[in-house]
C-alpha cells in the first residue's frame, strides 16, 4: 500500500483524469483530496470547501460500519467494485466504484475511490438491488466453481473475516460441505442449517446455495446467503434439553425413554436381536429421603445413576422415569444370562456405601427384567413386565433382580389386592386433605395452599398419591378420587373466607380428568354447590396434559380462564418442559419443580425460567424450598412466592386456621 502524498506523479494523472476520483479520511469522515472530475460530482467549488464539508453528521450507522469493514480489508491488500450512491446535492448519483486503500499521514488507511461509471437513472431496480446489497444485514457471498471467493457483500466480509477466502475453510464439517454441493449440483439450490467457522469462531448459519452463471464470466458460481442463527440453536438446545433430560441426575427422561425403545424394537425385529429392558427400584429410599430431607435424597439420586451408568456399556441408555425409578435399556444380547450378567454389575456397585455428609447409607437396587421378544412384542408390555418384575425382586427382600414369567401373577393379585382397598377406602372415606401453605416471598404472608390427598389405610398407615396412584388410574377410580377432592378442596376453601382468610386454593387436576368433555361444567358445579369463590381457587396442571392436540388443550384453558378459574403449570421440568408452553397457553402461575430450587448447578436453568416467566407476565412459585438459602436465591431473582417445609409442611384444616390466626396484621 503506498502514501497518496508522495506520489507527485499519481497526483497529477488523477487531477488530469476525466474519472472522479478522491481519497476519504475514513477516520475523520471527510474527504482528504480530489480531482476536478470528483469536485463536480461533488458539486464542490474548491478542494478547500469539500475538504472542509462536515459529512459525519448526516451519516447512517450501516455506512459506517461499512467503511470501518472497508478500511479493515484495505490493510490485506483487498480492492472492491461496488455501486455507490452519493446525494451531493441531495440528489442521488450512482456509479460503479473501485475501492482501494491508500496511506494518508504517513499511517492512516485511507479509501481511494473512482467513480469508473455513472449508472443510468433509468434502471431503479439495478440501483436499489445494488444498495440493498449492500446495506443488508444478510450475509452474501459469490464463489466460484473450485471454492474460490469472488464478492462478498459488507456483512459477509464482517462475518468472514481476512483468513477464511475459501467455501470448505467456511463449512465446519467437510460432510456438510459435501452435502451441500452434491444437492446444488442435483438440484440447483439447497437450504440448510449448518456449523460454520467465522472472524468470532464457530457458529450456526441457516444457508442458501444457488448455482448459475455468473454475470462478468459466464462460468459456474456459487451464490451463497447467510443468517446467523446461533442464538436460535442454543435455545432450541436448551429446551430440548429440558424436555429430554431429568434435571436433578442430567439421565434421560421418560418422554426420551419411550422415543428410544420404540427405535430400538424396531432395529431389534430388523436384525433378529434379543434386547432386555430393565426396571430399577431402590430400596428403602423413601425411608431415607423423610429421615435426612429431600436434599440429601437428591444427592443420593444423583450418586445412584452414577453407579448404574457406570455398569452399562456406552450403548446402552439408563433413563430415570421418577422418583427412585431408573429403567435401563440393554442391546443386542445373546441370551437371557447375559442380561443377568449386567444386572448382577449394578446390584456390585451398590456394595459400597454411599457417603452423604457424615451419613454412611446403605442402599440397594431391586431390578426386574424383561426381554423381546419373548416377553413382550412393545415398549409398553416391556415396560410393564420388568416393573411387576421388579416388584417381585422387591418383595424379596430387594439387593437382586428377577426375569418377568408366570409367577409375576402374584404382584398382580397383590396389586388387585390394593384395588379392593382403595375402593373400600372411598365408601369409608378413609381420603382426607392436608394443605401446604404458598407463601409470598416480598412480605412473608400466606397467600394461599395447595390442597394435598391422603390415604388413611387401616394396616397401611397415611399414604401419599405415590403409593396408590396406579392402581387409581389404571381402574378408573382416579375419576371418582378427583371428583372428592375437588369438592372436599372447594368447601374447605368456602369455610376459610367465612373465617375471613381471603387466600386462594390449588387443587391439581390429573390428566384424566383435564381429557373430559364436559370439565368445565363439572367443576364450576362442584364449585357453585360449595359457595366456593372461583376467583380464588387455582387449578394445578401438569405437564402430562400438553401431551395431546395443541388446539384441544388451549380450548379447554382459555374455558376455564373465561369462567375465572386462574391456572398454574405444575411441576415444570419434570417431564415433557418446554419453555414453549408459557408462550402458546394461557397460564397465570408456573411451579418450579423443587430440583431447579435445591441444586445449586442448577442456577442458570432456575434464572431462564424465571426470566421467561417475567417476561410472559407469569407469577413463578417454587416448590420444595427448606432452607433459608434457598429462599434468599428465590427471593434474589425476583421469585414470586414458595411452598415447602421451611415455612409449614402440609397440615390439616385446624392447623391450617392456627397458622393463619398466628399470622401478623400488617
Same mark, same amino acid.
Given at each position: 500500500?503506498?502514501?497518496?502524498?508522495?506520489?507527485?506523479?499519481?497526483?497529477?494523472?488523477?487531477?488530469?483524469?476525466?474519472?472522479?476520483?478522491?481519497?476519504?479520511?475514513?477516520?475523520?469522515?471527510?474527504?482528504?483530496?480530489?480531482?476536478?472530475?470528483?469536485?463536480?460530482?461533488?458539486?464542490?467549488?474548491?478542494?478547500?470547501?469539500?475538504?472542509?464539508?462536515?459529512?459525519?453528521?448526516?451519516?447512517?450507522?450501516?455506512?459506517?460500519?461499512?467503511?470501518?469493514?472497508?478500511?479493515? %480489508?484495505?490493510?490485506?491488500?483487498?480492492?472492491?467494485?461496488?455501486?455507490?450512491?452519493?446525494?451531493?446535492?441531495?440528489?442521488?448519483?450512482?456509479?460503479?466504484?473501485?475501492?482501494?486503500?491508500?496511506?494518508? %499521514?504517513?499511517?492512516?488507511?485511507?479509501?481511494?475511490?473512482?467513480?469508473?461509471?455513472?449508472?443510468?437513472?433509468?434502471?431503479?431496480?439495478?440501483?436499489?438491488?445494488?444498495?440493498?446489497?449492500?446495506?443488508?444485514?444478510?450475509?452474501? *457471498?459469490? @464463489? $466460484?466453481?473450485?471454492?474460490?471467493?469472488?464478492?462478498?457483500?459488507?456483512?459477509?466480509?464482517?462475518?468472514?473475516?481476512?483468513?477464511?477466502?475459501?467455501? #470448505?475453510?467456511?463449512?465446519?464439517?467437510?460432510?456438510?460441505?459435501?452435502?451441500?454441493?452434491?444437492?446444488?449440483?442435483?438440484?440447483?439450490?439447497?437450504?440448510?442449517?449448518?456449523?460454520?467457522?467465522?472472524?468470532?469462531?464457530?457458529?450456526?448459519?441457516?444457508?442458501?446455495?444457488?448455482?448459475?452463471?455468473?454475470?462478468?464470466?459466464?462460468?459456474? =458460481?456459487?451464490?451463497?446467503?447467510?443468517?446467523?442463527?446461533? $442464538?436460535?440453536?442454543?435455545?432450541?438446545?436448551?429446551?430440548?434439553?429440558?424436555?429430554?433430560? $431429568?434435571?436433578?441426575?442430567?439421565?434421560?427422561?421418560?418422554?426420551?425413554?419411550?422415543?428410544?425403545?420404540?427405535?430400538?424394537?424396531?432395529?431389534?425385529?430388523?436384525?433378529?436381536?434379543?434386547?432386555?429392558?430393565?426396571?430399577?427400584?431402590?430400596?428403602?429410599?423413601?425411608? =431415607?429421603?423423610?429421615?435426612?430431607?429431600?436434599?440429601?435424597?437428591?444427592?443420593?439420586?444423583? %450418586?445412584?445413576?452414577?453407579?448404574?451408568?457406570?455398569?452399562?456399556?456406552?450403548? $446402552?441408555?439408563?433413563?430415570?422415569?421418577?422418583?427412585?425409578?431408573?429403567?435401563?435399556?440393554?442391546?443386542?444380547? +445373546?441370551?437371557?444370562?447375559?442380561?443377568?450378567?449386567?444386572?448382577?454389575?449394578?446390584?456390585?456397585?451398590?456394595?459400597?456405601?454411599?457417603?452423604? #455428609?457424615?451419613?454412611?447409607?446403605?442402599?440397594?437396587?431391586?431390578?426386574?427384567?424383561?426381554?423381546?421378544?419373548?416377553?413382550?412384542?412393545?415398549?409398553?408390555?416391556?415396560?410393564?413386565?420388568?416393573?411387576?418384575?421388579? @416388584?417381585?425382586?422387591?418383595?424379596?427382600?430387594?439387593?437382586?433382580?428377577?426375569?418377568?414369567?408366570?409367577?409375576?401373577?402374584?404382584?398382580?393379585?397383590?396389586?388387585?389386592?390394593?384395588?379392593?382397598?382403595?375402593?373400600?377406602?372411598?365408601?369409608?372415606?378413609?381420603?382426607?386433605?392436608?394443605?401446604?401453605?404458598?407463601?409470598?416471598?416480598?412480605?412473608?404472608?400466606?397467600?394461599?395452599?395447595?390442597?394435598?390427598?391422603?390415604?388413611?389405610?387401616?394396616?397401611?398407615?397415611?399414604?401419599?398419591?405415590?403409593?396408590?396412584?396406579?392402581?387409581?388410574?389404571?381402574?378408573?377410580?382416579?375419576?371418582?378420587?378427583?371428583?372428592?377432592?375437588?369438592? +372436599?378442596?372447594?368447601?374447605?376453601?368456602?369455610?376459610?373466607?367465612?373465617?375471613?382468610?381471603?387466600?386462594?386454593?390449588?387443587?391439581?387436576?390429573?390428566?384424566?380428568?383435564?381429557?373430559?368433555?364436559?370439565?368445565?361444567?363439572?367443576?364450576?358445579?362442584?364449585?357453585?354447590?360449595?359457595?366456593?369463590?372461583?376467583?380464588?381457587?387455582?387449578?394445578?396442571?401438569?405437564?402430562?396434559? @400438553?401431551?395431546?392436540?395443541?388446539?384441544?388443550?388451549?380450548?379447554?384453558?382459555?374455558?376455564?380462564?373465561?369462567?375465572?378459574?386462574?391456572?398454574?403449570?405444575?411441576?415444570?421440568?419434570?417431564?415433557?418442559?418446554?419453555?414453549?408452553?408459557?408462550?402458546?397457553?394461557?397460564?397465570?402461575?408456573?411451579?418450579?419443580?423443587?430440583?431447579?430450587?435445591?441444586?445449586?448447578?442448577?442456577?442458570?436453568?432456575?434464572?431462564?425460567?424465571?426470566?421467561?416467566?417475567?417476561?410472559?407476565?407469569?407469577?413463578?412459585?417454587?416448590?420444595?424450598?427448606?432452607?433459608?438459602?434457598?429462599?434468599?436465591?428465590?427471593?434474589?431473582?425476583?421469585?414470586?412466592?414458595?411452598?415447602? @417445609?421451611?415455612?409449614?409442611?402440609?397440615?390439616?384444616?385446624?392447623?391450617?386456621?392456627?397458622?393463619?390466626?398466628?399470622?401478623? *396484621?400488617?
Amino acid at each position: 500500500m503506498h502514501e497518496l502524498d508522495s506520489q507527485v506523479g499519481m497526483i497529477e494523472a488523477f487531477e488530469l483524469s476525466v474519472v472522479p476520483v478522491w481519497v476519504f479520511d475514513i477516520d475523520n469522515a471527510c474527504v482528504h483530496w480530489a480531482n476536478r472530475a470528483a469536485l463536480a460530482l461533488w458539486k464542490s467549488d474548491s478542494l478547500e470547501e469539500l475538504t472542509h464539508r462536515d459529512m459525519a453528521s448526516d451519516m447512517s450507522p450501516s455506512v459506517r460500519q461499512r467503511l470501518a469493514q472497508y478500511q479493515e %480489508d484495505f490493510q490485506q491488500g483487498l480492492t472492491f467494485y461496488e455501486q455507490w450512491t452519493f446525494f451531493p446535492d441531495n440528489e442521488p448519483r450512482t456509479y460503479n466504484c473501485h475501492m482501494s486503500g491508500l496511506l494518508i %499521514d504517513g499511517e492512516r488507511v485511507a479509501l481511494l475511490c473512482q467513480a469508473t461509471l455513472k449508472l443510468e437513472e433509468d434502471r431503479p431496480e439495478i440501483l436499489r438491488g445494488s444498495q440493498a446489497m449492500l446495506l443488508t444485514s444478510a450475509m452474501i *457471498s459469490l @464463489y $466460484d466453481d473450485q471454492g474460490a471467493v469472488l464478492y462478498t457483500n459488507p456483512s459477509a466480509r464482517s462475518m468472514l473475516g481476512n483468513r477464511i477466502r475459501r467455501l #470448505d475453510q467456511h463449512i465446519k464439517n467437510e460432510e456438510d460441505l459435501h452435502e451441500i454441493l452434491e444437492a446444488v449440483q442435483q438440484i440447483g439450490s439447497y437450504k440448510t442449517e449448518k456449523a460454520v467457522n467465522t472472524s468470532t469462531g464457530l457458529r450456526w448459519h441457516e444457508i442458501t446455495v444457488q448455482s448459475g452463471p455468473d454475470t462478468v464470466t459466464g462460468k459456474q =458460481v456459487l451464490l451463497v446467503s447467510e443468517s446467523d442463527i446461533t $442464538d436460535r440453536r442454543n435455545a432450541q438446545e436448551q429446551a430440548y434439553h429440558l424436555a429430554y433430560h $431429568d434435571q436433578l441426575t442430567g439421565l434421560h427422561n421418560r418422554a426420551y425413554l419411550w422415543e428410544k425403545l420404540d427405535e430400538e424394537l424396531k432395529f431389534a425385529r430388523r436384525y433378529r436381536h434379543t434386547l432386555a429392558v430393565m426396571y430399577i427400584d431402590l430400596d428403602r429410599f423413601k425411608t =431415607v429421603n423423610d429421615t435426612l430431607g429431600h436434599a440429601l435424597g437428591d444427592r443420593l439420586l444423583v %450418586d445412584a445413576s452414577r453407579r448404574i451408568q457406570a455398569a452399562l456399556y456406552e450403548t $446402552d441408555l439408563v433413563s430415570r422415569i421418577g422418583g427412585d425409578e431408573f429403567v435401563c435399556i440393554v442391546r443386542d444380547i +445373546a441370551h437371557s444370562g447375559n442380561a443377568g450378567e449386567v444386572a448382577r454389575k449394578i446390584v456390585a456397585k451398590f456394595a459400597s456405601p454411599i457417603w452423604l #455428609d457424615s451419613n454412611e447409607i446403605y442402599i440397594t437396587p431391586s431390578i426386574g427384567i424383561s426381554l423381546f421378544p419373548d416377553d413382550g412384542s412393545n415398549g409398553s408390555s416391556l415396560l410393564q413386565h420388568a416393573d411387576l418384575a421388579m @416388584y417381585e425382586a422387591k418383595a424379596k427382600e430387594g439387593n437382586g433382580f428377577e426375569f418377568f414369567d408366570t409367577k409375576i401373577d402374584k404382584i398382580a393379585k397383590e396389586k388387585l389386592a390394593l384395588e379392593h382397598d382403595f375402593r373400600r377406602g372411598i365408601a369409608k372415606q378413609e381420603f382426607f386433605l392436608l394443605f401446604q401453605p404458598q407463601v409470598e416471598i416480598g412480605t412473608g404472608k400466606v397467600i394461599g395452599v395447595e390442597a394435598l390427598l391422603r390415604w388413611n389405610h387401616p394396616e397401611r398407615g397415611v399414604l401419599t398419591p405415590f403409593d396408590f396412584l396406579e392402581v387409581a388410574e389404571t381402574t378408573g377410580l382416579i375419576d371418582e378420587i378427583d371428583g372428592w377432592v375437588m369438592k +372436599a378442596a372447594a368447601e374447605q376453601q368456602s369455610r376459610l373466607e367465612k373465617h375471613g382468610n381471603l387466600i386462594s386454593m390449588s387443587v391439581n387436576v390429573s390428566a384424566r380428568r383435564f381429557a373430559r368433555k364436559n370439565l368445565v361444567e363439572e367443576i364450576k358445579n362442584t364449585l357453585t354447590n360449595a359457595q366456593c369463590n372461583i376467583a380464588n381457587f387455582h387449578l394445578e396442571i401438569t405437564e402430562s396434559v @400438553y401431551i395431546g392436540t395443541e388446539e384441544t388443550t388451549i380450548e379447554k384453558l382459555e374455558a376455564l380462564r373465561e369462567a375465572g378459574f386462574q391456572l398454574a403449570l405444575d411441576d415444570f421440568g419434570t417431564g415433557y418442559s418446554n419453555l414453549a408452553y408459557l408462550q402458546k397457553f394461557p397460564i397465570d402461575f408456573l411451579k418450579i419443580d423443587q430440583s431447579f430450587v435445591r441444586d445449586t448447578e442448577k442456577v442458570e436453568i432456575l434464572d431462564l425460567i424465571i426470566s421467561m416467566g417475567k417476561l410472559l407476565n407469569t407469577k413463578i412459585i417454587a416448590e420444595g424450598v427448606e432452607t433459608e438459602s434457598q429462599l434468599t436465591r428465590l427471593h434474589e431473582r425476583g421469585c414470586h412466592a414458595y411452598q415447602g @417445609y421451611f415455612f409449614s409442611k402440609p397440615v390439616e384444616e385446624n392447623q391450617l386456621l392456627e397458622l393463619l390466626r398466628q399470622e401478623p *396484621s400488617n
